[in-house]
């Protein structure tokens, strides 16, 4: 990776994730900024009952006197009338604000999260096979799933409340000062303390929380192996071991979150005991100034009301605070995956599929999965245009490697790889894969009917090609004997199928692609004899005319390719037809001789 580039990405890395945030939701400014007014006026409208409280205290005590009279309405029915209207205007108003701070928020809310996590997955899509090897499917699912709902609902709820409480101590702030400045130190003098306390609290139960997502990404990660791989435990009857160690997982994710539970739990009871001290010197020595006279009975009951306004809301910055750490541990999680370097790049050269002859060659390739001794070692191999070739060779030698490599699922070290003579690093991935049709020993179908799956990758396919392309793969058969015919719903990775019916609609589907190159990777391996002939039947037939790329074990299936290439150590040792193999006496020969059951 260029140096820049790495130089940048360490740069985003180092910003504090709420600035990474702010700055992906640099598209929503706008509606931003509309939340913040309305959490803003509503908050302002909440507090004004107090205001009318003490206004209409200052009415019944001082009546004629009052304040409203010194604005010309002497008549107390009149100056209640009013606080009375006023009164319906606020809470129409601050009810009005409420709707809509709450429903653009949680509208922002689905949006970032709708879009962050499109971003990620898009991201995750693009990134090399190696990437995924490493890595649990669980994991990732954490991230796409619980950690973008955990930002999600920071933002449905957190951020208003970070803005009230700031409103509430600007405005209750201010008016202490100008209504009782000899006593508005006394309800400001928690202040500090708090926000020293809730900033320590932040330092100290951040690293609490970036430990929480990383165990409930493990958690997640043995939830998700133990589904897929159901049978295996219970035919190995294994539900004792791995409940055990889902145990052991969620005990760890539940001790996390105890530490985490532990630290933000005091938060609230030593924010109440200062609470405490300002509410309670506002109490008394405002009650000694109104009794003294300096302070009307008016204003007096606006100070205390307005305290309890101002210091109480402050004990929900823990709950706040709690929501905010576990938020922005989580947005780290995201954006350390969408910072993680794309390896394998597009091209800039369009390759219509039509356009494509299928002649393939490789030289002098070099490749090693990472920290490995290299699985493929200067390999030079031509494949003519139209003809089939065969590649053999025992277990590991890099047969099904080569295919990796054709497809750009991995990069190689060295050497060069072309299609029709463009060096396929050039050709944009798109029409590079679109070209290939893969039919590999590991069938995946989605959870779906036979119809979808038998159209993935070709949408615009007719009901009429899609037949026909399952006629061509002797599956059309089997589909109309099913319940539902090609509407039958096949389940998660087809196992509702047998292993040969999932084989013959993972070739339906390469037919209906209909790719001018097609690649069988062990395509016969794991079905009976019978589904065998019928796949070999429908092969000789969609292999016509098409580069074709056969890696067998079972010599069988491939003696009558154009070439057969034998393969031993990341190395080309033989090659030729069936019979100059067998002839040559050499590995192929005895390859042969154990699967003919002929003596050595």
Not at 479 to 505: A, C, N, W
Request: charged fraction near 20%; glycine fraction near 6%; include cysteine.
């Amino acid at each position: 990776m260029p140096r820049r580039f790495q130089a940048k990405r360490e740069s985003r890395r180092s910003l504090h994730p709420l600035k990474r945030l702010i700055d992906y939701g640099h598209n929503y400014r706008q509606q931003i900024w509309q939340a913040i007014a309305c959490s803003i006026l509503n908050k302002i409208f909440d507090l004004a009952p107090p205001a009318l409280i003490g206004a209409a205290v200052d009415v019944v005590v001082k009546q004629q006197d009052s304040l409203i009279a010194r604005l010309g309405v002497k008549d107390v029915f009149r100056q209640l009338l009013i606080l009375s209207f006023l009164s319906l205007i606020i809470w129409g108003l601050e009810s009005i604000f409420e709707y809509a701070y709450a429903r653009i928020w949680r509208n922002l809310a689905q949006n970032i999260q709708h879009n962050l996590r499109l971003d990620a997955y898009s991201h995750l899509q693009e990134l090399e096979l190696a990437y995924f090897e490493e890595r649990s499917t669980g994991g990732l699912m954490s991230i796409l799933s619980d950690d973008i709902n955990q930002l999600e609902r920071f933002l449905d709820i957190g951020a208003n409340e970070v803005i009230q409480v700031s409103t509430t101590v600007v405005v209750i702030g201010g008016a202490f000062f100008i209504l009782a400045p000899s006593v508005a130190w006394m309800a400001m003098l928690p202040m500090p303390f708090i926000l020293w306390g809730s900033i320590a609290f932040q330092k100290r139960l951040a690293p609490y929380y970036a430990e929480v997502r990383e165990k409930v990404g493990l958690l997640n990660g043995r939830l998700s192996n133990n589904l897929s791989g159901i049978t295996t435990i219970k035919s190995f009857t294994t539900e004792a071991y791995e409940q055990e160690r889902i145990a052991i997982d969620s005990e760890g994710y539940r001790q996390s979150n105890r530490r985490a539970i532990a630290l933000s739990a005091a938060f609230v009871p030593l924010i109440r005991i200062i609470i405490l001290f300002g509410f309670t010197a506002t109490l008394f020595y405002g009650g000694l100034d109104a009794v003294a006279g300096r302070m009307s009975v008016g204003t007096y009951s606006v100070l205390v009301f307005l305290t309890q306004r101002l210091l109480w809301p402050l004990t929900r910055l823990g709950e706040t605070l709690d929501q905010y750490q576990r938020a922005m541990a989580s947005t780290n999680r995201v954006f350390n995956l969408l910072d993680t370097p794309i390896d394998i790049h597009s091209g800039h050269i369009s390759l219509p599929v039509k356009a494509v002859k299928g002649e393939v060659e490789l030289r002098d390739v070099t490749f090693a999965y990472k920290g490995r001794v290299p699985v493929i070692q200067n390999l030079s191999l031509h494949i003519p245009a139209g003809k089939t070739i065969a590649i053999v060779g025992s277990t590991g030698s890099g047969k099904s490697t080569l295919v990796k490599l054709l497809l750009r699922l991995y990069e190689i070290e060295q050497g060069t790889i072309t299609l029709d003579g463009i060096d396929i690093r050039d050709l944009k991935l798109k029409d590079l894969r679109y070209c290939i049709g893969l039919v590999s020993q590991d069938v995946f179908l989605f959870h779906g009917t036979v119809k979808e799956n038998i159209a993935y990758g070709s949408p615009d396919a007719t009901l009429a090609e899609l037949m026909a392309a399952a006629q061509v793969a002797e599956a059309h058969d089997f589909i109309m004997d099913l319940p539902q015919g090609y509407d039958t719903i096949v389940g998660e990775r087809g196992q509702k199928l047998s292993g040969g019916q999932r084989q013959r609609i993972a070739i339906a589907r390469a037919v209906l692609k209909n790719p001018p190159i097609l690649i069988l990777d062990e395509a016969t391996s794991a079905v009976d004899n019978e589904t065998e002939a019928a796949i070999q039947r429908s092969l000789e037939r969609i292999t016509i005319d098409r580069t074709t790329i056969a890696i067998a074990h079972r010599l069988s299936t491939i003696r009558n390719a154009d070439c057969i290439y034998v393969m031993e150590q990341g190395k080309l040792v033989e090659w030729g037809q069936h019979e100059e193999l067998v002839a040559r006496q050499g590995i192929y020969a005895s390859l042969w001789r154990v699967q003919s059951g002929l003596k050595l």
